[in-house]
C-alpha cells in the first residue's frame, strides 16, 4: 500500500488562502448551505487552482508548495484544474436549484456526483453506477489516490 505525506495546514501560505476565499466567494458565494464534505472538497479544489495558477505562490513557502504540487496534484495540469475550476459554478447552481427536503435523492445524487469529480476524480461518473463509484471511491483512498487538506475549508473564514 502507498504511503503519503500529506501537507501540514499549519504551514499553508496566508496570502494564497485569501486569494483562494476571494475566488471561492466570486465563483460560488456562500458554503453555508453546501454539506461540510463538499464545501472542503470544493475548498481544495480552488487551492490547488491558486496554487497552480499564481506564480508567486511557488516563492513563498516554497517547501510547503513543492509538498503541495508533489502530494496535493499528482499529474494534474494547471489545463485540468482551471476547467475544474470553471465547471464548479454551474454544477453548484444546479445543486442549489435542488429542494433537499421535497428532493432529497435528487439533491444526493447530485451531491455524489459532484464530490466524486472533485474529491475523487473519478472519470465518467455521471455514467457509472453508484455501487462502481463507491468501489472507486474506497480504492482510491486506501491507495493514497485522494489528496485532500483536511479541515482547509475552516481556514478560509468565510465567516
Known sequence: ????TTLSIESIDQETLKRCREVMQSDIGSLKDLPPGLANALANLYYRFVCLST???????????????????PGM????????????????????????????????TAYE?????????????????LPRRIIERLFKRV?????????????????
Do not use: H, W
Open 1 to 4: 500500500m502507498k504511503k503519503t
Open 55 to 73: 506564480a508567486s505562490c511557488c516563492e513563498e513557502s516554497i517547501g510547503a508548495k513543492r509538498l503541495l504540487i508533489r502530494q496535493q496534484v
Open 77 to 108: 495540469q494547471t489545463a485540468k484544474a482551471l476547467a475544474a475550476v470553471e465547471a464548479m459554478p454551474q454544477m453548484i447552481n444546479e445543486l442549489r436549484t435542488i429542494d433537499r427536503a421535497k428532493n432529497p435523492l435528487q439533491y444526493r
Open 113 to 129: 456526483l459532484i464530490i466524486d469529480y472533485v474529491k475523487y476524480d473519478i472519470k465518467d461518473a455521471a455514467r457509472k453506477p
Open 143 to 159: 491507495t493514497g489516490q485522494v489528496k485532500e487538506i483536511p479541515d482547509l475549508i475552516s481556514k478560509l473564514d468565510f465567516g
